[in-house]
């Protein structure tokens, strides 16, 4: 997790993270978020079931999303709708869409330019 910057996960931008290394520093980054989301809630009187974490795979590769599906995270977001119809293009035809994804789309809508 960057200090500083919100609950984020650095990796290379098109670089997988097939190591169990990196997968466990996603999972333990996740765990952290859900911690934090708890302690907010417990604050606030809300459920934590009821907020959604959703990660950000914009400039990431279908591997590193797929990484993302692996920590049970099915909330994805996108701010390209191009970028975003290629990665869920290969990711289907892979068979690697799990049931319940759920794709946002975040931010300003960015142009072509």
Request: hydrophobic share 35%.
């Amino acid at each position: 997790m960057t200090k500083g910057s919100g609950c984020r996960y650095n990796i290379q931008p098109g670089k997988p993270i097939h190591s169990i290394q990196a997968t466990h520093v996603l999972d333990q980054t996740i765990a952290q978020i859900r911690q934090r989301i708890a302690q907010a809630c417990a604050r606030s009187g809300r459920d934590p079931a009821a907020v959604r974490i959703v990660a950000v795979t914009k400039n990431r590769s279908p591997d590193a999303i797929r990484e993302v599906f692996a920590c049970g995270i099915l909330d994805i977001g996108e701010n390209r709708v191009q970028e975003a119809v290629t990665k869920f293009r290969e990711l289907e035809a892979q068979g690697a869409l799990p049931p319940g994804l759920s794709r946002h789309m975040v931010g300003r809508l960015q142009t072509n330019k």
